[in-house]
């Protein structure tokens, strides 16, 4: 069947009613199932009144104010070296940092870059007005693939500059489909795009101009660098690692512990942290029951040594040290790789000179892929493949070394993005102190 102009019209409209749809029916469905799902309470109860929080503080503020959007933890994460940056280079402006995503919000609401910390209040024309009225921000930063069409389109209208950080596209996205012209309408908005990879920027050609794009990598390399160079030792893991061979499982879910189960219990030398992508009890007591010898990180610290003794895997119940502790790993596993989410963030446990191991989903992230062809990384597909892959490393730390060597070196070869953005934001005069 071949679209016509008017197919295509028709189909232009009906994205954006679908669009419409979707802000409009997205909080009644969170609302009605906030009884039952933790995250959607949190996101239901945090906008209670919000605009009116906003509202209220940012009366009379006479502060020159930068806006950051992360959709959520990850996306803050990736967009941290820029906020640093800006804030000391520009000391005289405030950072105002929304999430859409609870796990973004309630973790990172104290964080000490951010001087104001909101949920963004879902997107509407009139809630674009208000926002943008009541903080007016000199900038706005979104962070890889947050594309709101009033909150744009107001910045747009007011002349307020909008760069897109660490962006990236692929050629499923409903911008590059013929029936796309509502959601292509939304990259006119953006001042600049600053993306991972040149496949991007090859996509998005056809419809922005070559001077609003830069291929300028991924600030999450710049942001694991720092991490690592920043890293703390944490004693209680040096002493319940005691030189045996160590995994760190980071990210995971119950479809990863699964696959890691029978190795763990098949290797009594090895000892294990793992770090569930979710702790929420019902989670923790899960990998508790899951993993030999097993016992929380917090109950750990603080139990006597003949405890700490009897304990084989270390079950990470905060958020925030993660990151940190793929520094002690003989090997590190990413979770998320068994599920149809796909695997987290690798590049944290590759900073680290660490072999890095991980499912079969991981082909939509550009590192991941990278990291094998740079041969830093493996991926396994069933139980007896990781058995092989785990083995192979812990028997010959010579192939460990070389691994962690490549790994490192990859991370290191990506960094530069952060002050490629700065630069952009200096030559353009986008701020001034």
Known sequence: YKINNKDLSYFCSYMKWAYLLFIRFYPLIARLISPFNRKAALWVNGRKNLLEKIRITFEGNQERVIW???????????????????????????????????SGYENRKNHPIADWVFYLPMDSAGNAKMFIEYAR??????????????????????????????????PNQL????????????????????????GSANLLKPFVSADRISVSGDTRFDRVIAIADAAKSFPAVEHFADGHPLIVAGSTWSEDDKVLH????????????????????????????????SILYSDFVSASKQEQQKASTLIIDNIG???QLYQYASIAFIGGGFTSQGIHNTIEAAVFGKPV???????????????????????????????????????????????????????????????????YIQEKRLLTN
């Open 137 to 170: 921000p000199e900038m706005a930063v979104f962070i890889k693939y947050e594309f709101w069409y009033y909150y744009l389109k107001t910045l747009h209208q007011k002349r307020i500059p909008v760069l897109l950080v660490s962006g990236i596209f692929r």
């Open 262 to 293: 029978h190795f763990a219990i098949s290797q009594p030398k090895v000892k294990w942290i793992i770090a569930p992508h979710h702790i929420e009890e019902e989670r923790l007591n899960e990998c508790l029951a899951f993993y030999p010898s």
């Open 175 to 198: 911008f590059f489909k013929s029936f796309g012209g509502f959601y292509r309408r939304l990259l006119q908005y953006f001042t600049h795009f600053f993306l991972q990879d040149q």
């Open 357 to 423: 191991v991980f499912g079969p989903v991981y082909n939509k992230y550009l590192e991941a892929v990278e990291l094998i062809e740079s041969e830093g990384a493996e991926s396994v597909e069933t139980i007896l493949t990781l058995e092989e892959s785990f083995n192979s490393l812990l028997q010959d730390q010579e192939k460990r070394n070389k691994m962690g060597k490549a790994a490192k070196d990859y991370v290191l070869s990506k960094a530069g993005a952060t002050q490629e953005i700065l630069n």
């Open 321 to 323: 040290i993660l990151s």
């Open 68 to 102: 950051m959007h992360a959709a959520s933890l990850g996306e803050f994460e990736q967009g941290l070296p820029i906020a640093e940056q800006i804030k000391k280079e520009y000391p005289g402006h405030r950072l105002l940092v929304t999430f859409f995503s609870p």
